[in-house]
């Protein structure tokens, strides 16, 4: 079995799903709003996910710094939550949450999020006009 723990960001700026169904879930899933990665490493590569550092930059200024630790809610809690409604099969990722520190990110921005042992994840904003430009 593997351990998922995700590098990801997402645009704080998507609030028109807000406070709907669980709005962490509708916002975070919509498309272009969860980047992944940088990869996904073996539970063996990490001697404690209660305890990695988590880091956020914002064009270069450090806005969010916490640990796995630091998490309202622990990995196993969420696991066992997240199995009362749903099953989950090996290769599923949870997004366990944030260290404090949210801030919005606008068109233009560049988001770097780091998490001890699994690596950085460098992302750009754009605007919804400009992803669309990008389909056509």
């Given at each position: 079995m593997s351990l998922a723990i995700p590098c990801a960001t997402t645009t704080r700026?998507?609030?028109?799903w807000k406070n709907y169904y669980r709005p962490n879930l509708r916002v975070k899933s919509r498309d272009t709003l969860t980047p992944i990665g940088p990869w996904i490493v073996a539970k063996e590569a990490i001697p404690d996910p209660h305890n990695l550092a988590l880091r956020t930059w914002v064009n270069g200024e450090l806005r969010q710094q916490g640990t796995t630790a630091d998490l309202i809610f622990s990995i196993p809690f969420l696991i066992a939550y997240l199995s009362e409604f749903m099953t989950l099969q090996p290769g599923d990722m949870i997004a366990t949450g944030t260290p404090k520190g949210l801030s919005d990110v606008v068109p233009g921005d560049e988001v770097i999020v780091e998490v001890?042992?699994?690596g950085r994840l460098v992302n750009h904003i754009i605007s919804q006009q400009a992803y669309e430009e990008t389909l056509s």
């Amino acid at each position: 079995m593997s351990l998922a723990i995700p590098c990801a960001t997402t645009t704080r700026s998507a609030t028109i799903w807000k406070n709907y169904y669980r709005p962490n879930l509708r916002v975070k899933s919509r498309d272009t709003l969860t980047p992944i990665g940088p990869w996904i490493v073996a539970k063996e590569a990490i001697p404690d996910p209660h305890n990695l550092a988590l880091r956020t930059w914002v064009n270069g200024e450090l806005r969010q710094q916490g640990t796995t630790a630091d998490l309202i809610f622990s990995i196993p809690f969420l696991i066992a939550y997240l199995s009362e409604f749903m099953t989950l099969q090996p290769g599923d990722m949870i997004a366990t949450g944030t260290p404090k520190g949210l801030s919005d990110v606008v068109p233009g921005d560049e988001v770097i999020v780091e998490v001890e042992g699994v690596g950085r994840l460098v992302n750009h904003i754009i605007s919804q006009q400009a992803y669309e430009e990008t389909l056509s």
